[in-house]
């Protein structure tokens, strides 16, 4: 049963060192917001001491939730995991590096009132014209980016310039509906989430990222290959009506 006014959901692999920051600014920036809320970390099968840094930030972080599994999957299946555990009415997942800054969902809020089904943020100015990077990812993933951006477009997100923002916020029965039917256990998740969002014709908000790289980020240059690998796979999911709308 939905009781709480917001969950932010943040999957989590091997991030001991990036987290504690994170989850202050969360708890910072909630402390002074007239919200019930609670933060989900989902751990995706970490090796190094990630538990152990949560379980000593439980006594400063308000209303911290620790969805702890020893498997490594992926980002998608966490996310998703995090997704269906949570009760807010409102559910946000958020990178665990805080390079979209928590307080972005200042701006999320008034498009939910005007009856938006999801809001996401966009580093990509042809999504929202105030986008920007305020720390520039590298030149080479910028140039992967923006390519593989035009073969998702083509085939499955025509119109979305920035599928992969990690800054995404849904309403209860939404993201149960979405989250339910996402199959893409890795980096391509959002591709199918969006997706699957126009295929249901949900009112799809996006508001402008001012957005910092973080270079100890886990994505690698073998992953867009990957998230192109997964883009076809939904495409396919969509020809051979795989999924059950």
Not at 33 to 46: A, M, P
Not at 124 to 136: E, G, M
Request: proline residues 3%; positive net charge; contains cysteine.
């Amino acid at each position: 049963m939905t009781t709480l006014d917001l969950s932010i959901i943040v999957p989590a692999y091997n991030e001991a060192a990036r987290l504690p920051t994170t989850l202050k600014r969360f708890h910072a920036y909630l402390a002074n917001k007239d919200l019930s809320y609670e933060i989900i970390v989902v751990l995706d099968g970490c090796t190094d001491n990630t538990r152990e840094i949560l379980r000593g930030l439980q006594g400063a972080i308000t209303n911290l939730r620790i969805l702890d599994r020893s498997e490594n999957r992926g980002k998608g299946y966490t996310t998703r995991q995090g997704m269906l555990a949570a009760t807010g009415r409102i559910r946000l997942f958020a990178d665990a590096d805080n390079s979209t800054d928590i307080a972005h969902f200042d701006q999320m809020m008034p498009l939910f009132d005007n009856g938006y089904d999801l809001v996401i943020a966009s580093r990509n100015s042809n999504d929202a014209p105030q986008a920007l990077q305020a720390v520039p990812q590298a030149l080479y993933k910028r140039f992967f980016g923006r390519a593989g951006n035009v073969i998702v477009q083509i085939l499955a997100v025509p119109g979305i310039w920035d599928t992969q923002c990690g800054f995404k916020a849904f309403r209860a029965d939404v993201a149960e509906r979405l989250f339910s039917c996402v199959t893409i256990e890795g980096w391509g998740f959002d591709i199918e989430v969006l997706a699957l969002a126009r295929a249901l014709r949900y009112r799809v908000g996006i508001i402008p990222a001012n957005w910092a790289n973080d270079e100890r980020s886990h994505f690698g240059s073998l992953d867009y290959l990957r998230v192109l690998g997964e883009t076809l796979k939904i495409r396919h999911n969509f020809i051979m009506r795989k999924y059950h709308l």
